[in-house]
């Protein structure tokens, strides 16, 4: 079949609920894609921000396979070796004290809404406890993970969703504590905003709203999806903020491909929150995903990635600034990290298609003005130029 005709086969068996890009992808190479007609395409999406070391490294590759091999899944009623390495490495990487793994990371944000009101629950009794979110917040599209996901649009076709939930203005405080009850059981957040538009936390913010959280005895939820596993310099970018979460959400490059997602607690909130029947989940934390999780620690320390991650992202700054100042219709940039967004006055959209249908330039958007950028965590000064090279094609055309 050809590539038109596969596609009008996808549309006919695929419930319609993406508005995908013409493109069939094949394969990957290091930063690199591949179509079916071996078209090669730069990659500065990662699958949302997923493939952290990109495509055929042979070093993840390896383990994954011969755990295949092995055997992939055993349900959680028995122990193996895989989930075991890989929650010793989570927890160590994190500071966090237990791990639950789960399929993906709206699953992850479940468990932590669940761990919360089970935490009320054990300390205060029955209660309709409420948490605080964010407003311009994305935290996924199940029930739960929407009804606190601060953006209004996401939400509406689904009402009534869970019950409880007030939403404050990201950074902030005075609009927090504006929202604050004696219900209260925890406020979640995003350290880092992703598909609201790329926004960090201020760190007078976030210490402001943990040391809130200690004095009234409610937990900290930080979703850490999309910013954490290196992202932003560091393992997770509460790291950078002089904090520690309750409750800890991560996903995406977690498996570098692999879906697998994770929620972990401190000891103190595993002591008094979920019990055997509260919780589970029949293929979360099988042995080939959490494989692939241990594999994907043991290779941040061998690449030295945080370091990398560190270096590359000042000359990928260094090449956004430039865009900022040549072009009027460029206003802004920010992010942390490899994680970084450039503010736009021309149609975001149509940046985006052209860069992928023109350039063979993978890029993404963030709300309705912001282009996205999550390469690979490890992508090279030499991957930035070419990067430069392709955008700044994209953008004359918009002179």
């Known amino acids: 079949m050809n590539k038109k005709e596969y596609i009008e086969l996808a549309e006919e068996n695929l419930l319609h609920v993406y508005n995908r890009f013409p493109v069939i992808f094949d394969y990957g190479k290091g930063v690199h894609l591949y179509d079916e007609l071996d078209q090669e395409y730069l990659d500065f999406a990662s699958g949302i921000g997923v493939m952290a070391f990109g495509y055929g ?8 396979t011969t755990q295949i091999k092995r055997i992939t899944h055993t349900s959680n009623l028995y122990y193996h070796i895989p989930m075991i390495e890989a929650a010793e490495k989570l927890t160590k990487a994190s500071g966090m004290d237990k791990v639950f793994f789960t399929n993906s990371g709206a699953e992850a944000i479940e468990g932590a809404l669940k761990t919360a009101k089970k935490y009320a629950y054990t300390k205060n009794g029955p209660g309709e406890y409420e948490i605080i979110a964010m407003e311009n917040s994305f935290h996924g599209r199940t029930v739960g993970s929407l009804s606190v996901t601060g953006t209004e649009h996401y939400r509406e076709p689904f009402y009534p969703l869970m019950s409880g939930v007030k939403f404050a203005t990201f950074n902030d405080f005075g609009s927090v504590l504006a929202n604050l009850s004696d219900k209260t059981c925890a406020i979640i957040m995003e350290t880092v905003q992703g598909e609201g538009g790329l926004y960090p936390a201020d760190k007078t913010f976030l210490k402001k709203v943990r040391q809130l959280c200690d ?3 409610i937990l900290l939820i930080l979703d850490e999806i999309q ?3 290196g992202r932003t310099g560091s393992m997770f970018a509460f790291q950078q903020y002089g904090v520690l979460p309750d409750i800890l959400t991560t996903a995406k490059a ?15 909130v595993a002591s008094a929150s979920l019990v055997p029947g509260d919780h589970g989940t029949t293929y979360g934390g099988n042995p080939l995903c959490t494989a692939a999780v241990s594999q994907v620690f043991n290779m941040f320390e061998d690449y030295k990635l945080l370091d990398h991650v560190n270096e590359v992202s000042k000359y990928l700054e260094e090449i956004l600034d430039i ?3 040549k072009y009027d219709f460029v206003t802004e940039r920010r992010g942390m990290g490899l994680m970084q967004g450039l503010v736009l006055t021309v149609p975001v959209k149509d940046v985006v298609l052209k860069a992928l249908t023109e350039e063979n330039l993978v890029v993404l958007s963030a709300g309705k003005d912001v282009l996205r950028l999550l390469p690979p965590l490890v992508i090279t000064e030499k991957d930035v130029d070419e990067f430069k090279e392709k955008l700044e094609k994209v953008f004359d055309s918009f002179i």
């Open 227 to 229: 910013c954490g596993m």
């Open 254 to 268: 977690l498996g570098n491909g692999v879906p697998v997602g994770a929620f972990c607690v401190t000891d103190k």
């Open 57 to 64: 490294n042979e070093d993840y590759e390896e383990v994954l």
């Open 215 to 217: 004095d009234e005895g």
């Open 323 to 325: 865009f900022v100042a």
